[in-house]
């Protein structure tokens, strides 16, 4: 019973990530590098491309919907939950999520429930609340509940810093088949590789798919400091010891008093 559940469930996530047509999504970023300096305050990334497919095959229904969703580099974070205790807040409860996002934006034509399904939704994870967030409760790893107050409280502090952003109105459609996004880099976003997967919807089904990436890195002093720190560890530990007693001795010369 157990692996007939199995299969049947490999079998729905099969056919939800299976595109039911063979229309092309074709797409570039402005900028396919993001240089990060001590002056970033962030960007905003602009996408923008095309539908193409065949003129033989039979005219839509409806017109396109697309979602475009931006993935970070992935982390691991501690959720912790305070309680007033003899007048003092202290820690006492915590939620390690492991391997999640640094960094989410979904974008979209329109509401997820105007062009998919519950299922096809689901399947997808369509939207920050259907984003699966791998958790750590006690020996276990797993997803849970979405109005989980754990779950709730690190979308909220994802949200407030920018860095997972859901925008139901964020594609625009120019023409029946070009469309344009854009997607807001903050200045705290994360060092790495970001990947960019785009789905196409049309009369209610998934009928093409792209993928696509993007590099954010740190470029002049910041870019030395932080390859200096990796490569050179014990060097750069010496060296910053070194420079610390440098200039303790030298405001002691500075302020010292006769």
């Known amino acids: 019973m157990t692996r007939t559940l199995v299969l049947v469930a490999a079998l729905m996530a099969m056919l939800t990530a299976t595109p039911a047509s063979a229309e092309r999504i074709?797409?570039?970023?402005?900028?396919?590098?993001?240089?990060?300096?001590?002056?970033?305050?962030?960007?905003?990334?602009?996408?923008?491309?095309?539908?193409?497919?065949?003129?033989?095959?039979?005219?839509?229904n409806g017109p396109y919907d697309l979602v475009v969703t931006v993935t970070g580099p992935k982390e691991s974070l501690v959720t912790r939950r305070k309680q007033r205790v003899?007048?003092?807040?202290?820690?006492?409860?915590?939620r390690d999520f492991i391997g999640v996002p640094s960094?989410?934006?979904?974008?979209?034509?329109?509401p997820f429930d105007a062009f998919a399904g519950q299922d096809l939704r689901r399947g997808l994870q369509l939207g920050l609340e259907r984003t699966v967030l791998t958790q750590r409760i006690g020996?276990?790893?797993?997803?849970?509940?979405?109005?989980?107050?754990f779950r709730k409280a690190f979308l909220r502090l994802k949200e407030q810093r920018k860095l997972y952003v859901e925008n139901t109105s964020g594609v625009t459609f120019l023409t029946p088949t070009l469309f344009?996004?854009?997607?807001?880099?903050?200045?705290?976003?994360?060092i790495g590789t970001y990947d960019v997967d785009l789905k196409l919807f049309a009369d209610?089904?998934?009928?093409?798919?792209?993928?696509?990436?993007?590099e954010v890195a740190k470029v002049g002093f910041e870019q030395f400091v932080v390859t200096s720190a990796q490569s050179h560890g014990i060097w750069y530990g010496l060296a910053t010891l070194s420079f610390a007693l440098l200039t303790g001795?030298?405001?002691?010369i500075v302020f010292r008093r006769d």
């Open 86 to 94: 003899l007048g003092v807040w202290v820690n006492v409860e915590s």
């Open 26 to 60: 074709v797409s570039s970023l402005t900028t396919h590098q993001v240089f990060v300096t001590s002056n970033f305050v962030g960007l905003d990334l602009v996408l923008f491309g095309s539908v193409e497919r065949d003129p033989a095959d039979p005219p839509r």
């Open 139 to 149: 020996a276990d790893f797993a997803d849970v509940v979405r109005d989980d107050p």
């Open 204 to 214: 209610g089904k998934l009928v093409g798919r792209s993928s696509s990436a993007f």
């Open 103 to 110: 960094y989410l934006a979904v974008m979209s034509t329109r």
């Open 249 to 252: 001795w030298g405001a002691s």
């Open 180 to 190: 344009r996004t854009t997607l807001p880099l903050p200045a705290t976003v994360p």
